[in-house]
């Protein structure tokens, strides 16, 4: 099962910043973790991963809560390009390692 | 860089035949790959996880008979779907990751139809 939970869909106007939250209360202290984003029909792209500390990249920013039970992927300024499924995953250890498991991500729609 | 490619993008075949999907890391040496399974307007669920050089781990509910991976090399994983069978028909993504506990990139999906 997935460990983290997303509003199942959200609304942005083009140009302006996309908050997407999540929430992953029982995370551990060593898991990071990771945004992907799903445009129709194309594999998963990779946007950021962390672990405590904020980070930020080119396509955006992840901001996690001190007790890193949530945190918030922030799209800077969100284009039409970037309606999509955005996923928030915490890794989870199996038999064969770390895997990556998916929940129903959050379907940002984007409109002018 | 963190390229992975899939092949073939689409395919279509007759029910009982066989078919496989490769999936490869171009531009670094991928430990441990993943597939996964998506069905329309569905999450990816996860099919198994393999480890170069060693037997893959399938996921619970997932037949290992009938779904054969193959990681022989550290840029190379084929996925055999045997028997395929209409409720085969999915799109089937691979992902790839330098460690077990790297970051996973995936490929473009493959969408098998079986007629």
């Known amino acids: 099962d997935a460990k983290t939970t997303q509003p199942p869909s959200m609304d942005c106007a083009e140009g302006r910043a996309a908050n997407l939250p999540c929430n992953h209360s029982?995370?551990?202290?060593?898991?990071?973790v990771y945004w992907y984003r799903q445009i129709h029909s194309q594999g998963p792209q990779y946007i950021i991963h962390?672990?405590?500390n904020n980070e930020t990249n080119e396509m955006a920013s992840l901001i996690i809560t001190e007790d890193r039970k949530s945190s918030t992927l922030i799209l800077p300024h969100a284009t039409l390009r970037d309606t999509a499924v955005y996923y928030c995953?915490?890794?989870?250890?199996?038999?064969?390692?770390?895997?990556?498991?998916f929940g129903a991500g959050t379907r940002l729609f984007v409109k002018a | 860089g963190a390229v992975v490619s899939q092949h073939p993008s689409r395919v279509i075949c007759k029910s009982g035949t066989s078919v496989k999907i490769e999936c490869r890391s171009l531009?670094?040496?991928?430990?441990?790959m993943f597939w996964y399974r998506q069905f329309p307007k569905q999450s990816l669920m996860l099919m198994a996880t393999?480890?170069?050089?060693?037997?893959?781990?399938?996921e619970q509910g997932v037949e290992k008979d009938k779904f054969l991976i193959n990681h022989a090399s550290l840029t190379l994983s084929t996925l055999t779907v045997t028997s395929a069978h209409p409720e085969d028909s999915s799109f089937y993504i691979c992902?790839?990751?330098?460690?077990?506990?790297?970051?996973?990139?995936f490929g473009p999906g493959t969408r098998l139809l079986v007629l």
């Open positions: 393999s480890n170069e050089g060693s037997k893959a781990t399938y």
């Open positions: 995953i915490v890794r989870v250890v199996g038999t064969g390692g770390f895997k990556t498991i």
């Open positions: 029982t995370i551990s202290g060593n898991e990071y």
């Open positions: 962390g672990l405590k």
């Open positions: 531009d670094f040496q991928a430990t441990t």
């Open positions: 992902s790839a990751a330098q460690g077990a506990s790297e970051t996973q990139y």
